[in-house]
């Protein structure tokens, strides 16, 4: 089993920066994919971005690209996402998610969650 525990959401102006971190614990190494998703009200959830055990691979949508960065620190099994330049648009709860071996971009890939963490972007 492996658990999540996401933090550092938030309400921020549109531009500004946020952090979020994800803290795996568990059967957790660094044979394991992280990733990280987002679902606003009335949405599906939606990939954000992911990284490899490694960290060597990362993958991002094209509405974060440019201004989102995702990063793990292995020694620490944590995941960040940088989010700077944000948007009214990336309002929504934020959820970090693993999987083993290769990252992957669907949601159903990924079978352990944390609880998520809100981010608010006003305008």
């Known amino acids: 089993q492996v658990q999540l525990v996401e933090s550092g959401g938030g309400l921020v102006q549109a531009g500004g920066s946020l952090r979020l971190d994800c803290a795996a614990s568990?059967?957790?190494?660094?044979?394991?994919?992280l990733g990280w998703f987002r679902q606003a009200p009335g949405k599906k959830r939606e990939f954000v971005a992911a990284?490899?055990?490694?960290?060597?691979?990362?993958n991002y949508a094209d509405s974060v690209k440019g201004r989102f960065t995702i990063s793990r620190d292995n020694a620490k099994n944590t995941v960040y996402l940088q989010m700077n330049s944000l948007k009214p648009e990336d309002t929504a709860v934020y959820y970090c998610?693993?999987?083993?071996?290769?990252?992957?971009?669907?949601?159903?890939?990924?079978?352990?969650w944390g609880q998520g963490t809100q981010v608010i972007v006003s305008s």
């Open positions: 990284v490899s055990g490694s960290g060597g691979t990362t």
């Open positions: 568990g059967r957790t190494s660094s044979r394991f994919a």
């Open positions: 998610a693993a999987r083993f071996l290769n990252l992957a971009t669907t949601s159903n890939d990924y079978p352990y």
